[in-house]
């Protein structure tokens, strides 16, 4: 059993290290999650669930592909790389979170609640842990907790299926003007590379392409869309 899975069975069996419930109060009010919930009832859901505090240094895993979801992940702080990875080891970038955020909310309450990819720390962060059954009875006592739950949901839903046509229907040039239109510019061709999962070369010569089209204009390290350009 790896680490991840000892700790959500070390809530699950409420051997349990609770956190200061004021200390989080406040950095949970941000989370779109806990939107219309009072601090209060925040207050007595720290008190009362199977919780704990965990932190992470740059490159640990919070939690790796397969693993078993059986709690809750908050991330309070820091920002995270979500990547998945093949049998042959072929890695794809699927996201950067950024705190504060919940980490696979549609999978927690999955009949197959396995983590679909790594989630990897960036940066220092902070991650609370919580018991999923006592947020699961939280969330039918707190009804504007549960509508927020269902939209995040059916967001991060929305999110893949895009992610899903970008990958099955779009050249890797489309997906580099999709990519710029959203974002307004690439300062790092690598990090650009690992998010449309390709290699460093090819997105090299597409870039080019590109920019011999007029599309985009290069400077240095720097990236930008011409005003325009039309995918």
Sequence with gaps: MNNHQEIDCH??????????????????????????????KLQQLLEEA??????YSPGDFIARQGDVCRSL??????????????????QLTIDWLEAP????????????????VSAQATAECEVLIMDSRRFSDFMHEQSAVMKNFIRMISDRSLF???????????????RLMNYL????????????????GVARPSLARALSELAGEG???ISGKR???????SD
């Design 11 to 40: 809530l699950c069996y409420n051997s349990i290290k609770k956190i200061n419930p004021v200390m989080k109060i406040e950095k949970l009010m941000q989370l779109p999650l806990f939107g219309g919930c009072s601090p209060d």
């Design 223 to 229: 990236i930008i869309l011409n005003e325009s350009a």
């Design 101 to 116: 955020e919940i980490l696979a909310p549609a999978f927690i309450y999955a009949s197959d609640n396995r983590f679909p």
């Design 160 to 174: 893949l299926s895009r992610k899903l046509n970008e990958f099955a229907l779009q050249s890797l040039k489309s």
């Design 73 to 90: 992940y908050l991330l309070l702080e820091g920002t995270v790389m979500a990547q998945m990875e093949n049998e042959e080891g072929k």
């Design 50 to 55: 199977p919780n704990r505090i965990q932190h």
């Design 181 to 196: 239109s959203i974002h307004g510019k690439i300062d790092n061709q690598q990090k650009v590379a690992f998010i449309l």
């Design 215 to 217: 599309r985009i204009s």
